[in-house]
Each structure stands twice: as structure tokens, then as C-alpha cells.
């Protein structure tokens, strides 16, 4: 199964952009990278997911790189409602994700 | 609200009952999940089911009993359980069990075993 690696936190101020890694060396060539992030006391929500080339939505942008090994999930202006924990999945393994912390 | 819904949302109950977790879903998706999340560690994948049959058990306990009787509902029937067993479990749903598209997932079932 693919694994992946993220740091444990991260900070970040208000209204500034984070950017978050994920090491995904062993996926498969056919496997979706998937982000999610989950509140407190929530099931975690679906942020944006891709396979090969950049993705945007209304929620964020999702940068991967072109040896798909890694992947960067992009908040372009983060707010304190966007403090969560995030994951970044090939799919079905989840990791322990990053806690991202947001100063205002 | 996620379309996926999960009762009851607390549950406490002692080693020797038994008890039932529902998982409902109502956004067309034809595979569901059970994932398991204990504090401190990642979510643990239980269960896939796709088109209602079984298509991975990921080596857990036989005191976990799963049952979808249709694409929409989800079962996790408990029984005997351990205090290890506490934990949060979130039931997910997708279109099509390579999750291309992503899972949805509902907002757990809070297990305490006493």
C-alpha cells in the first residue's frame, strides 16, 4: 500500500498563504491523491484530489509534482475556520496528517 | 449536513452488549466504508463494500459484523467488545470503490466500552 508523510503542524497567520507537503513516493501510477481535512468532533471533508496535473477549486489548489512524489495542498488565504487537520491519501490509507494552527 | 449519516452519535455500552452502528447514504454512491479512529492514531480502513458485497476486511476482529443490505445503508454490529475498542467511527461513501472521486464521509459514531 502507498504511504505518505506529512509533517505533524504547521503554523500559519491569517490571511496568508500555506502551503502544505506530502511525500507520496510508492503511489501507483493509476492512484488519485487525495485531501481532506477534518474539524474537531467532524468526519473529515473532502478538499480537492488530482492525478497528474494541477488542480484548483473553490476550496484550494493542489500543486503535483511531475515525478508524482510529492504534492502540495495550497490555502491561498487562510482563515481561523480553515485550523484542521489535514490529509493527504492515495487512497483508502490515511496517515496521521498535518495540524494546521492558524494565528490571528 | 454531508449526505452521509451516522447514528447514533454517542454510544456507550458494556462488554457483553450488543449494539448496532447505521450508516445512511442518499448521494448515489455505490461503495461504503467503515474506518475506525483512535486518539492519537490515523484512521484505520475496517471495511469496503462496493455494489453491497464485501471486498476488503482489513483483518479485523470478529466482534466487528458488518452488513449493507442495499447501496444506501451500512451496518456495524457490535458485540463483546473491548475498552480498546473505544474510539470514533466514521462511515464514508464514494462512486465507484477506486474513490476516484473522492469519499464523503458522515460525522462518526463516538464509542465508549466499559
Known amino acids: 500500500d502507498a504511504k505518505t508523510t506529512q509533517p505533524n503542524s504547521m503554523e500559519s497567520n491569517e490571511e496568508e498563504p500555506v502551503h502544505l507537503p506530502c511525500n507520496h513516493s510508492t503511489i501507483s501510477g493509476t492512484d488519485y491523491i487525495h485531501w481532506y481535512r477534518q474539524l474537531p468532533s467532524q468526519g473529515p471533508e473532502y478538499v480537492i484530489h488530482g492525478l497528474t496535473s494541477n488542480v484548483n477549486n473553490r476550496m484550494a489548489s493542489l500543486a503535483i509534482a511531475e515525478d508524482r512524489k510529492s504534492s502540495t495542498l495550497i490555502l491561498h488565504r487562510a482563515t481561523l475556520r480553515d485550523a484542521a487537520v489535514y490529509y493527504c491519501?492515495?487512497?483508502?490509507?490515511f496517515g496521521k496528517g498535518t495540524r494546521l494552527h492558524i494565528l490571528p | 449536513e454531508t449526505g452521509v449519516t451516522q447514528t447514533p452519535r454517542h454510544l456507550v455500552m458494556g462488554m457483553t452488549n450488543k449494539k448496532s452502528l447505521k450508516c445512511e447514504q442518499h448521494?448515489?454512491?455505490?461503495?461504503m466504508y467503515w474506518y475506525k479512529q483512535s486518539a492519537k492514531k490515523p484512521l484505520e480502513l475496517m471495511f469496503v463494500?462496493?455494489?453491497?458485497?464485501?471486498?476488503e476486511n482489513n483483518s479485523v476482529p470478529s466482534r466487528f459484523s458488518p452488513e449493507c443490505p442495499n447501496s444506501s445503508h451500512l451496518f456495524l454490529h457490535l458485540h463483546t467488545l473491548q475498552p480498546e475498542d473505544s474510539a470514533l467511527y466514521l462511515c464514508?461513501?464514494?462512486?465507484?470503490?477506486?474513490?476516484?472521486?473522492?469519499?464523503?464521509f458522515g460525522s462518526g459514531t463516538r464509542l465508549t466500552v466499559v
Open positions: 464514508a461513501s464514494s462512486r465507484g470503490d477506486r474513490v476516484d472521486r473522492g469519499y464523503t
Open positions: 448521494l448515489g454512491h455505490n461503495a
Open positions: 463494500y462496493s455494489l453491497e458485497e464485501r471486498v
Open positions: 491519501i492515495p487512497p483508502y490509507i
